[in-house]
């Protein structure tokens, strides 16, 4: 197994370009979400998914969509890229809310 | 507002040593508690999840500990090693309307060990 991927691993845009920062699991897991980490902070939730077809909001989801279109995949999308998204960002999977997340490496992105 | 705050930011220990971190949280109902253990520059990796109903859990030298009345957790790290080196993070899942866990985790800032030889 894989466990959870994410690509890319270091990413730098323009203000204002939009990107996609990709999340792959090979565990079937249900229940997927993406956090930012910032220096000084805890991880914030972003989105989360408890399915194919299914997602919803976290604390911090202005600025971003997501979709759930297989159980595989959760990519995470940013519109408008702005400076205040510099960030690091992981993916983590859970075969439901209440068992193990397993993270994934995380992307690195800059936003000038 | 849902809260998680740990204590302390940071510490140093020697090597073999012995230490205590806390966690204190205003999450209520809550489903289960979380320690993870963060590498810099990696992801968060489990150490321990326990239910409300548990006072304790332990994962080779971690041991986590629960005071639900208190609202307390204490995660233990026994003869510490140099590869203890990291961030300490506390997790607590909101309980859903029906049970179970909400999906929503909030985070701690965690806490940074040092471990020095």
């Known amino acids: 197994n894989a466990g959870v991927t994410q690509t890319p691993k270091f990413q730098v845009l323009k203000t204002g370009q939009s990107m996609t920062l990709q999340c792959a699991q090979d565990m079937n897991h249900e229940y997927m979400s993406w956090y930012r980490q910032d220096p000084g902070m805890g991880l914030r939730l972003i989105h989360y998914?408890?399915?194919?077809?299914?997602?919803d909001q976290g604390e911090v989801p202005n600025g971003y969509n997501v979709s759930r279109s297989t159980t595989e995949d959760f990519p995470l999308r940013l519109l408008s890229a702005a400076p205040s998204q510099t960030s690091v960002y992981f993916c983590?999977?859970?075969?439901?809310?209440?068992?193990?997340?397993?993270f994934g490496p995380g992307t690195r992105l800059l936003v000038l | 507002k849902n809260q998680v705050e740990q204590s302390p930011q940071s510490l140093i220990i020697l090597e073999g040593k012995n230490c205590t971190l806390q966690c204190n949280y205003t999450v209520s109902p809550f489903s289960n508690l979380r320690w993870y253990k963060q590498d810099t520059g990696r992801g968060p990796v489990s150490l321990t999840i326990?239910?409300?109903?548990?006072n304790t859990k332990s994962n080779g030298r971690y041991t986590a500990t629960l005071d639900a009345d208190t609202k307390q957790s204490s995660l233990h790290i026994t003869a510490s090693q140099l590869s203890d080196s990291a961030s300490y993070i506390c997790?607590?899942?909101?309980?859903?309307?029906?049970?179970?866990?909400?999906?929503?985790?909030?985070f701690g800032k965690g806490t940074k060990l040092s471990v020095k030889p």
């Open positions: 997790v607590v899942s909101p309980m859903g309307y029906y049970g179970g866990s909400q999906g929503n985790l909030i």
């Open positions: 983590a999977s859970s075969w439901d809310t209440q068992e193990t997340q397993y």
């Open positions: 326990m239910t409300f109903s548990e």
């Open positions: 998914s408890v399915g194919a077809g299914i997602t």
